[in-house]
């Protein structure tokens, strides 16, 4: 699609061309009327009225009115008198209705484009929808997008200039591009409303940033199948070191401005392993680091619709995904919805093809992160290298990190760090726990600490206790985890730091990147 500039230009031949009719398509009437101001001012010989419904007929560079009635019928009517008496006139109708089928104002108009051709004029329609093509024949026509992430800068900084001194602003060019990232997608008006709106508290804080992005949920109304998740500031991962690095890469990159460069953004990544042990969480820490939006796509509830109708859902939620951007996509355990033969087979294969293509051709910064406990069920396409950026494997922590969790965990509900020597007997009796088995455990004790009105805490042979007393997921379903291991091997690198050494049976897993 064109941008302003390259619709300008556009325009100004059609203009200086007399091409008797110039569609404009656009959802931004204003925009077109400046930039239409900008080509009349590069082409004053001639004359140029604009009509809308709610101010009539004026003229379009003095801003004078024209005829006091402000109906289209008046408007037309004098530019019919208009053209017969005059060569070289151009009027410009922004609002006008009914002109995407045969109508009697389609074939009006099309009645005025004769006449306008006739004597080297133009008609100019602002349209948001396609028109009757007995009416599009007769002219050119040119979209103009919504703004790109430079114009929107480029206006956002206009509007920041202009409060200088009024406003304290904290943003520098950073935050002036990383505004405009976020709200790309949205109509200028709109974008200009958002930062009018955070102006008026009369401080303009980097801190502010993340803000723009409900403002642009709430314009954006109830989103089509993709759920906003709000985020708390404080989701903390224990251990996952691996992953974590590599996402420190990616977070550059989905800031970055890549405009000026042949890069694109990073896709995402899938997280499989066994269950409790920060995978989901880590869709959410990945959001609130990165300062982006986090959105959820239920793929399960997508496929469980009528027949026909899950595709459609599908592709309006990426679509909103896209225009939401830059943001991180969500899908938490993806096997329930594209496993093989989950569903109407069909329906099923479909959707995967759907979701594939999305995540080879979509350009928009959408991170995905996807989740997985249950590998066996997935299709091999979504498997196969260059679908995601990575994948990575979350075992069960190892004692490094399970001594990570526990202190974590330990501050977080029972408000004390762990004694060496307790960290030492608790990491040992923890093997085997997933991150998720640790923190029921501390939150079991502090709950009953709670209940009880105390706050003196066990002591360590109590707290020893009610680690000895849990029976690990691990533990009971270990061929599971074996084999999920087995099946990691060689085709995701590990998210932890070092090569499990849990024995819970089968290989530990090796450090394999995959090729
Ligand atoms: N590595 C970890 N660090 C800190 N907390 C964890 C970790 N793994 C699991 N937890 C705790 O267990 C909960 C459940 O983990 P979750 O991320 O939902 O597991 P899954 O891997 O099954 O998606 C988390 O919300 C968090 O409180
Ligand atoms: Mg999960």
Same mark, same amino acid.
Request: aromatic share 6%; glycine share 8%; charged share 25%.
């Given at each position: 699609? %064109?941008?302003?500039?390259?619709?300008?230009?556009?325009?100004?031949?059609?203009?200086?061309?007399?091409?008797?009719?110039?569609?404009?398509?656009?959802?931004? %009437?204003?925009?077109?009327?400046?930039?239409?101001?900008?080509?009349?001012?590069?082409?004053?010989?001639?004359?140029?009225?604009? /009509?809308?419904?709610?101010? $009539?007929?004026?003229?379009?560079?003095? $801003?004078?009115?024209?005829?006091?009635?402000?109906?289209?019928?008046?408007? #037309?009517?004098?530019?019919?008198?208009?053209?017969?008496?005059?060569?070289?006139?151009?009027?410009?109708?922004?609002?006008?209705?009914?002109?995407?089928?045969?109508?009697?104002?389609?074939?009006?108009?099309?009645?005025?484009?004769?006449? @306008?051709?006739?004597?080297? &004029?133009?008609?100019?329609?602002?349209?948001?929808?396609?028109?009757?093509?007995?009416?599009?024949?007769?002219?050119?026509?040119?979209?103009?997008?919504?703004?790109?992430?430079?114009? #929107?800068?480029?206006?956002?900084?206009?509007?920041?200039?202009? /409060?200088?001194?009024?406003?304290?602003?904290?943003?520098? /060019?950073?935050?002036?591009?990383?505004?405009?990232?976020?709200?790309?997608? *949205?109509?200028?008006?709109?974008?200009?409303?958002?930062?009018?709106?955070?102006?008026?508290?009369? +401080?303009?804080?980097?801190?502010?940033?993340?803000?723009?992005?409900?403002?642009?949920?709430?314009?954006?109304?109830?989103?089509?199948?993709? !759920?906003?998740?709000?985020?708390? =500031?404080?989701?903390?991962?224990?251990?996952? +070191?691996?992953?974590?690095?590599?996402?420190?890469?990616?977070?550059?990159?989905?800031?970055?401005?890549?405009?000026?460069?042949?890069?694109?953004?990073? +896709?995402?990544?899938?997280?499989?392993? *066994?269950?409790?042990?920060?995978?989901?969480?880590? @869709?959410?820490?990945?959001?609130?680091?990165?300062?982006?939006?986090?959105?959820?796509?239920?793929?399960?509830?997508?496929?469980?619709?009528?027949? $026909?109708?899950?595709?459609?859902?599908?592709?309006? @939620?990426?679509?909103?995904?896209?225009?939401?951007? %830059?943001?991180?996509?969500?899908?938490?355990?993806? !096997?329930?919805?594209?496993?093989?033969?989950? &569903?109407?087979?069909?329906?099923?294969?479909?959707?995967?093809?759907?979701?594939?293509?999305?995540?080879?051709?979509?350009?928009? +910064?959408?991170?995905?992160?996807?989740?997985?406990?249950?590998?066996?069920?997935?299709?091999?396409?979504?498997?196969?290298?260059?679908?995601?950026?990575?994948?990575?494997?979350?075992?069960?922590?190892?004692?490094?990190?399970? !001594? =990570?969790? #526990?202190?974590?965990?330990?501050?977080?509900?029972?408000?004390?760090?762990?004694?060496? @020597?307790?960290?030492?007997?608790?990491?040992?009796?923890?093997?085997?726990?997933?991150?998720?088995?640790?923190?029921?455990?501390?939150?079991?004790?502090?709950?009953?600490?709670?209940?009880?009105?105390?706050?003196?805490?066990?002591?360590?042979?109590?707290?020893?206790?009610?680690?000895?007393?849990?029976?690990?997921?691990?533990?009971?379903?270990? =061929?599971?985890?074996?084999?999920?291991?087995?099946?990691?091997?060689?085709?995701?690198?590990?998210?932890?730091?070092? %090569?499990?050494?849990?024995?819970?049976?089968?290989?530990?897993?090796?450090?394999? *990147?995959?090729?």
């Amino acid at each position: 699609m %064109p941008d302003l500039i390259e619709t300008q230009r556009i325009v100004h031949s059609y203009l200086s061309a007399r091409v008797p009719l110039v569609v404009i398509r656009s959802i931004e %009437p204003t925009r077109v009327m400046d930039m239409l101001r900008g080509c009349a001012s590069a082409l004053r010989s001639m004359a140029y009225y604009e /009509h809308s419904r709610t101010e $009539g007929l004026k003229d379009l560079v003095s $801003g004078q009115t024209v005829v006091d009635d402000t109906s289209l019928a008046s408007a #037309l009517e004098h530019a019919r008198v208009t053209f017969k008496a005059r060569n070289n006139v151009n009027f410009v109708f922004s609002d006008v209705e009914d002109l995407e089928q045969e109508s009697s104002t389609s074939r009006h108009l099309a009645e005025m484009v004769r006449l @306008a051709e006739s004597r080297s &004029g133009s008609i100019v329609l602002i349209v948001a929808r396609p028109v009757w093509s007995g009416l599009a024949r007769l002219g050119m026509s040119v979209p103009l997008d919504l703004p790109s992430t430079d114009e #929107l800068a480029t206006t956002l900084g206009g509007i920041l200039t202009d /409060h200088q001194g009024v406003v304290e602003v904290e943003w520098g /060019h950073r935050e002036l591009r990383q505004a405009a990232e976020i709200l790309s997608g *949205v109509t200028e008006m709109e974008a200009v409303n958002v930062l009018m709106t955070m102006l008026t508290k009369r +401080k303009l804080l980097n801190s502010d940033i993340p803000q723009l992005s409900e403002y642009k949920d709430r314009i954006f109304g109830e989103l089509t199948g993709i !759920e906003r998740i709000q985020l708390r =500031e404080d989701y903390r991962v224990g251990g996952l +070191k691996q992953l974590q690095q590599w996402l420190v890469d990616r977070e550059t990159l989905m800031k970055a401005d890549l405009s000026q460069t042949s890069l694109h953004p990073p +896709k995402g990544v899938l997280l499989v392993g *066994v269950p409790g042990c920060g995978k989901s969480l880590s @869709a959410k820490a990945i959001a609130a680091q990165w300062g982006l939006p986090l959105y959820r796509l239920d793929m399960a509830g997508i496929l469980g619709m009528y027949v $026909g109708q899950s595709e459609s859902q599908l592709r309006e @939620a990426l679509d909103t995904a896209d225009r939401v951007a %830059p943001c991180v996509l969500w899908v938490d355990e993806i !096997e329930k919805a594209l496993a093989n033969g989950g &569903g109407d087979s069909g329906t099923s294969k479909r959707l995967i093809g759907q979701f594939l293509y999305w995540l080879q051709e979509s350009r928009a +910064k959408v991170f995905m992160v996807a989740t997985s406990n249950d590998v066996t069920t997935l299709p091999p396409e979504l498997l196969r290298k260059g679908r995601f950026d990575e994948m990575f494997f979350v075992d069960l922590p190892d004692h490094h990190d399970r !001594e =990570e969790i #526990l202190q974590m965990y330990f501050v977080k509900y029972l408000k004390t760090d762990l004694s060496p @020597a307790l960290a030492t007997q608790l990491v040992a009796q923890s093997e085997g726990f997933s991150g998720s088995d640790i923190e029921a455990v501390v939150h079991g004790i502090a709950s009953r600490m709670f209940s009880r009105g105390t706050v003196q805490l066990p002591s360590d042979e109590e707290l020893s206790d009610w680690f000895s007393d849990v029976v690990p997921y691990s533990r009971t379903n270990a =061929e599971d985890v074996a084999a999920l291991r087995a099946w990691a091997q060689g085709r995701c690198i590990p998210a932890g730091t070092t %090569p499990s050494v849990v024995p819970v049976g089968g290989q530990p897993v090796r450090r394999v *990147v995959i090729s």
